[in-house]
């Protein structure tokens, strides 16, 4: 049965998260296929049958052997070739560290009707190794490792690490992070290919899109391949996961590296699809183009953000979505992105001036609306929010059948989010039901990392699009919308060019030049460093780099900061101000704000974990600003 080559189809499939009989009968209906076109091998990705980001329904016993039955069901559809699946595995006669039924991540080969595993394991599937415990994935909560199984069974870890011969192929088997082994101690690749046999490795993912992680997955995989001198099968999944307060979009991307490391792509991302390649079986064979490194674009984050909105918007049964349109840049991208796809009679804009909105910001939202050729609205808002500063502003508190204990009084500065509330809580909640839909949240990343929005407010919404990505990106993702997308002025120049503005007080006149606080693209880069950053800085390090002149470089300015923040004071008075709002108030914030459709690397939510516990500086920070303050007066 062995010829020259391995019939291998990479099945790039669309996993519905918690739908192990859906997701089964897409895998039957891909094997029937398989079949028919005389497939050797063919490979679908990690926790193809239940899903990854299911939170914890992997504690529901009914639902473990739903899996369970449906793998069977797989390997009984597997009698003219070899399938490779991704399911959980369960040892019911063990226990997890929680007490629960054991379970593993685990890897299924139904070759030819039966379930083959590595050759001296426990089981017949392989076990991941590596268990992810950083930002979105919690593996460790929920599944048993095979470092702890090894260690349970006496320490010999490598003989869990061995093929698994099947009719068609040797193949040495390992799940996601098990090839992103840089950081950890063990490399389940390199205990593999310590068996000179191997014919085919195969990694089964389940791989989030973050931006640019293909372009290092490419470098990285590729490098495995060469190291190996074999091919190396990639397959990864596609659809949409959350974890509940951050959504998540695959990408697929999956890939055929040969062992020269170059690749067969399965192109375009986002769709379900296969791949198939007759893969040689002689070590060393370069079967693949060459093919440069592709980094990630506008036009990808553009990609996954159309991606994400439709399949959030199927999954949620949402067919209609209200935008409350303000004139500026971030309202005029979610309308565009959802324009893209709806069609313009399930699209519904409304601008809710109030007396601090220009002439020309509602011009440009009429404007956008005309462009996106969608129904508009303009709801005035004056009219309530002065019922509302009529009944509470000087307002008397009295204990009923005695004294007064004080009066009430609203502020200007409260009849800001007076404003702002009355626009989301009211007006746009109240279209959302009249129109049949949801209305949305129009929050960039900087705005939610500082909390410069509205709880009930502007912070309202069924989701939140565009918040994973910082102002200066909504303003390209702008450009490219108009540009590529459209291929013509969608979202109106003017939109692109006024100061961006809550305009909920006279210090906020768009047509003077006056708008938010926050200095773009200063506050961008800054923000950034405290969220995305992979060894986060926090002010003790930005402190340090404004004083020995690093901090333009380290943040990746392109003016110094003297520009914006004249001295020391002005440097140290913004930083505490943000700071403390990233750690408190932005904070009490984001935990009510809606879900975040993810696209960076740490997205608000789930992904980007916090504490209520308020902003600290260290000893070495306020030392450092002492000596700062004190030279510059």
């Known amino acids: 049965m062995h010829g020259a080559h391995v019939r291998?189809?990479?099945?790039?499939?669309?996993?519905?998260?918690?739908?192990?009989?859906?997701?089964?009968?897409?895998?039957?209906?891909y094997i029937r296929e398989a079949v028919a076109d005389?497939?050797?091998?063919?490979?679908?990705?990690?926790?193809?049958?239940?899903?990854?980001?299911?939170?914890?329904?992997?504690?529901?016993?009914?639902?473990?052997?739903q899996c369970e039955a449906c793998g069977e069901e797989i390997r009984q559809a597997s009698q003219a070739l070899t399938v490779v699946f991704g399911n959980v595995a369960i040892d019911w006669t063990k226990q997890n560290e929680d007490g629960?039924?054991?379970?593993?991540?685990?890897?299924?080969?139904?070759?030819?009707?039966?379930?083959?595993?590595?050759?001296?394991?426990?089981?017949?599937?392989?076990?991941?190794?590596?268990?992810?415990?950083?930002?979105q994935f919690d593996d460790s909560r929920h599944f048993h490792d095979l470092r702890k199984l090894a260690f349970e069974q006496g320490g010999d870890i490598d003989r869990f690490f061995t093929p698994v011969r099947t009719s068609c192929a040797v193949l040495g088997c390992v799940l996601c992070e098990d090839a992103w082994n840089l950081d950890y101690a063990l490399s389940p690749l390199e205990r593999l290919a310590r068996h000179g046999d191997i014919e085919l490795f195969i990694n089964a993912s389940a791989s989030p899109f973050t931006f640019n992680k293909n372009h290092k997955r490419n470098r990285v995989f590729a490098a495995h391949a060469r190291h190996l001198h074999r091919p190396l099968l990639y397959v990864n999944h596609t659809g949409i996961q959350d974890n509940g307060k951050t959504v998540f979009t695959f990408d697929g991307a999956s890939c055929v590296y040969d062992a020269l490391g170059n690749a067969v792509r399965c192109d375009p991302p986002f769709e379900a699809r296969t791949l198939t390649l007759d893969i040689p079986r002689t070590p060393g064979t370069a079967f693949a183009p060459l093919a440069p490194p592709r980094e990630d674009g506008i036009a990808e984050l553009a990609n996954a953000l159309r991606y994400g909105l439709a399949r959030f918007l199927s999954l949620r049964g949402i067919r209609r979505v209200v935008v409350g349109a303000s004139g500026g840049i971030d309202s005029?991208?979610?309308?565009?992105?959802?324009?893209?796809?709806?069609?313009?009679?399930?699209?519904?804009?409304?601008?809710?001036?109030?007396?601090?909105?220009?002439?020309?910001?509602?011009?440009?939202?009429?404007?956008?609306?005309?462009?996106?050729?969608?129904?508009?609205?303009?709801?005035?808002?004056?009219?309530?929010?002065?019922?509302?500063?009529?009944?509470?502003?000087?307002?008397?508190?009295?204990?009923?059948?005695?004294?007064?204990?004080?009066?009430l009084r609203l502020s200007e500065f409260m009849l800001e989010n007076v404003q702002a509330r009355d626009r989301s809580s009211r007006i746009l909640a109240a279209l959302a039901a009249a129109f049949g839909g949801a209305f949305?949240?129009?929050?960039?990343?900087?705005?939610?990392?500082?909390?410069?929005?509205?709880?009930?407010?502007?912070?309202?919404?069924?989701?939140?699009?565009?918040?994973?990505?910082?102002?200066?990106?909504?303003?390209?993702?702008?450009?490219?919308?108009?540009?590529?997308?459209?291929?013509?002025?969608?979202?109106?120049?003017?939109?692109?060019?006024?100061?961006?503005?809550?305009?909920?007080?006279?210090?906020?006149?768009?047509?003077?030049?006056?708008?938010?606080?926050?200095i773009y693209p200063y506050h961008d880069r800054?923000?950034?460093?405290?969220?995305?950053?992979?060894?986060?800085?926090?002010?003790?390090?930005?402190?340090?780099?404004?004083?020995?002149?690093?901090?333009?470089?380290?943040?990746?300015?392109?003016?110094?900061v003297q520009a914006i923040l004249p001295d020391a004071a002005a440097f140290i008075a913004d930083l505490e101000r943000w700071w403390n709002l990233y750690q408190g108030m932005g904070l009490a914030k984001?935990?009510?704000?809606?879900?975040?459709?993810?696209?960076?690397?740490?997205?608000?939510?789930?992904?980007?974990?916090?504490?209520?516990?308020?902003a600290d500086y260290t000893d070495t920070y306020l030392a450092l600003k002492a000596t700062l303050i004190k030279s510059s007066t």
């Open 8 to 29: 291998t189809r990479l099945a790039q499939i669309e996993v519905s998260a918690g739908r192990p009989r859906a997701n089964t009968t897409t895998i039957l209906a």
């Open 38 to 65: 005389g497939i050797d091998l063919l490979v679908f990705p990690e926790m193809a049958v239940p899903g990854y980001l299911i939170g914890d329904r992997w504690e529901q016993q009914a639902f473990l052997r």
């Open 100 to 135: 629960r039924p054991r379970k593993y991540n685990a890897l299924f080969i139904a070759d030819h009707g039966r379930f083959a595993g590595p050759a001296d394991s426990l089981y017949p599937f392989c076990i991941k190794a590596l268990l992810p415990n950083y930002r």
């Open 332 to 407: 005029a991208v979610v309308a565009a992105l959802l324009r893209l796809v709806l069609p313009p009679e399930d699209l519904l804009l409304a601008n809710m001036p109030g007396r601090y909105n220009s002439q020309t910001t509602r011009g440009l939202a009429a404007d956008l609306a005309r462009n996106l050729g969608v129904p508009y609205v303009s709801i005035a808002i004056e009219d309530s929010v002065a019922l509302t500063r009529a009944q509470i502003d000087g307002l008397a508190l009295a204990i009923p059948g005695g004294r007064t204990t004080g009066t």
């Open 440 to 518: 949305t949240c129009n929050a960039n990343k900087a705005e939610l990392t500082v909390g410069y929005s509205t709880l009930y407010g502007d912070l309202g919404g069924f989701l939140a699009p565009i918040a994973d990505l910082w102002k200066g990106e909504v303003y390209a993702l702008a450009r490219y919308l108009n540009e590529s997308a459209y291929g013509r002025e969608v979202i109106p120049d003017g939109s692109l060019r006024i100061v961006p503005s809550a305009e909920l007080s006279s210090a906020q006149d768009v047509d003077q030049g006056l708008g938010d606080p926050l």
């Open 526 to 560: 800054l923000f950034a460093s405290w969220v995305e950053w992979w060894n986060r800085a926090t002010p003790e390090e930005i402190l340090g780099w404004y004083a020995s002149g690093e901090l333009e470089t380290r943040l990746g300015l392109d003016k110094p």
């Open 590 to 614: 984001r935990i009510q704000a809606p879900p975040v459709l993810a696209l960076k690397r740490r997205a608000f939510g789930f992904d980007h974990r916090e504490s209520q516990i308020g």
